[in-house]
């Protein structure tokens, strides 16, 4: 059965005949819906447009005082010229097919509301940046031109507005050296939503404008590291503007900063209504309190890989939570960077830090994006994933990788899911017998059998031609086991585990057969 074909049927829907190999879903509505479920492994391209002068200070040298911000750079000499040059050299095509190689799918590109001028200067009006549109009138066909190199090397992009009007942070990292004024004005919060809106238009025409259409743009992150006087300022801002862009788009993915308050905003999505996916970013770093810097490094290894301890207990609570409400969790900030009092000097302790991260995030997350790509001075091995990969301390390759061709093989692999879906079904049933009560274990089953056939669909998606042999795997699993019934009633945990456990019995099975 074609790739196509199964997602339908995973879908719970009935095939219909087919002309010839006329797909039964198209092109424009499977390639989007296999990159934004996908399995995220990807890096964040940061200083690239929004600028961090730890990471590189050559844009800064002109800078206005205090020289930390986007805007301090704009209002110096020469900023038009050494922006752009800064625009074009940062990331080149050679970047492009290192994060390939790794076996990396995804970036996460932060970018300010200024950025956009090109596409819309009303963007600009009554802001900070009211009179520099000559120096970011160019930012966004850069922007654009990003967007069209990834999709060229496979990899899923991720727009995150980093910097608002008004400044939703107090650092600089969002745009100006002022104070945050975000939540103290309802014009900026208004403007940040029509500013959203603008970003989701010419996303979709400048996608639509290929042909085919572009299908690697993976979503939107609304607001980076929000902090606001209370969560209902924010939520209630949340759910205007995810009104106003699923007007627009009701496909597109949207991603929302939850303040490192992960479980209350995980229920704050399980109340909404969405009809795609909601998906809450989570960064997470331990090396910025005194707690942190005054426990060791592994005390954070543990903490991180216990699955009794907080972290993995929220992550799993949350990581169901949003699931049920179509939606899940990433993890769009991380890095191996320790304070030097947690490390003890003992070889490859940092190594395991960051593995440990990794098997985390690969367990309960929809996906990770390392902070950061690259750093202006070598050597940084905790934020620059260029130094951790070449000193070893970042895996040089992550997710699976292809070695074998998987055509020809329906029968065995048929007798393969039926081995395994017996197999889980009998532990799924001997575990719930100790607990009497009433269970429609046939739930469990159906939802095995669909998440075999889900999870086969976006593995079989891997092309061959992928010169780098990377592995699609489903990601967002439990948003998609919604979808994939219309029985959402008491019963539907059962149908839920089936689906998640065939989801990731066709990842080993896959692995096992294609990828050893």
């Known amino acids: 059965m074609q790739g196509l074909e199964k997602l339908k049927v995973a879908l719970g829907r009935k095939p219909r005949p087919t002309v010839e190999n006329r797909p039964l879903l198209p092109p424009s509505v499977f390639e989007p819906m296999l990159y934004r479920y996908r399995k995220h492994r990807g890096v964040n391209l ?37 922006l752009e ?61 990003a967007i069209e190199t990834a999709n060229r090397y496979g990899l899923g992009v ?28 309802r014009r900026s919060r208004k403007h940040t939503t029509r500013i959203l809106c603008t970003l989701v238009k010419a996303l979709n025409a400048y996608a639509n404008s290929h042909r085919p259409p572009l ?37 597109i993915p949207l991603y929302l900063g939850e303040c490192w308050r992960t479980g209350q905003y995980a229920d704050f999505v ?65 890095s191996g960077g320790l304070d030097p009092g947690s490390l003890s000097g003992k070889p490859g302790e940092q190594g395991e830090y960051v593995r440990t991260q990794v098997a985390l ?27 951790s990969v070449g000193s070893g301390v970042f895996p040089y390759r992550v997710g699976l990788h292809k070695k074998r061709e998987s055509a020809n093989d329906d029968g065995r692999r048929r007798l393969r899911k039926d081995k395994e879906k017996d197999q889980a079904l009998e532990v799924h049933t001997s575990y719930w017998a100790q607990y009497p009560g009433k269970y ?19 593995l079989d998606s891997s092309s061959q031609s992928d010169p780098y042999g990377r592995v699609t795997e489903l990601g967002f699993k439990g948003a998609l086991a919604m979808k994939t019934t219309q029985d959402h009633g008491k019963s539907y945990w059962e149908y839920e585990h089936g689906f998640i456990q065939g989801v990731d019995a066709a990842s080993r099975d896959y692995q096992a057969s294609y990828c050893s």
């Open 270 to 334: 399980q109340k909404m209504a969405s009809p795609s996916l909601l998906v809450l970013d989570h960064h997470l770093y331990r090396c910025f309190t005194t707690l942190d810097n005054s426990t060791t490094v592994h005390e954070h290894i543990k903490a991180l890989s216990d699955s009794s301890a907080p972290t993995p207990q929220l992550f799993a609570r949350v990581t169901e939570t949003l699931g049920r409400a179509g939606g899940g969790l990433v993890v769009g900030e991380w």
């Open 85 to 145: 040059d800064h625009w074009d050299n940062w990331i080149v095509e050679d970047d492009w097919a290192w994060i390939s190689e790794r076996g990396m799918n995804a970036v996460r590109i932060p970018i300010g509301y200024y950025h956009l001028c090109g596409t819309d200067p009303s963007v600009l009006h009554e802001t900070a940046f009211h009179d520099l549109l000559p120096v970011f009138s160019s930012a966004w066909s850069r922007i654009t031109k």
């Open 46 to 82: 940061g200083s690239w447009f929004i600028l961090e002068r730890w990471i590189t200070d050559r844009p800064y040298r002109f800078a206005t005082a205090p020289g930390q911000s986007d805007l301090d750079i704009a209002r110096g000499p020469n900023a038009r010229e050494l």
């Open 361 to 387: 995030y690969e367990r309960y997350c929809g996906g990770w994006f390392f902070w950061t790509y690259k750093k202006q001075w070598a050597g940084d091995t905790g934020w620059s994933l260029r130094d």
């Open 158 to 185: 991720l727009i995150d507005l980093h910097a608002a009007p008004g400044k939703q942070n107090r650092d600089p990292h969002s745009g100006t050296s002022d104070p945050p004024m975000f939540f103290n004005s």
């Open 215 to 251: 299908a690697n743009i993976i979503g939107i992150e609304l607001l980076n590291e929000p902090d606001p006087s209370s969560d209902t300022d924010l939520q209630s801002w949340y759910i205007s503007t995810i009104k106003a862009l699923r007007e627009i788009d009701s496909t």
């Open 440 to 458: 429609e274990h046939w739930r469990f089953n159906d939802g095995f059998l669909k998440g075999w056939d889900a999870g086969y669909t976006f």
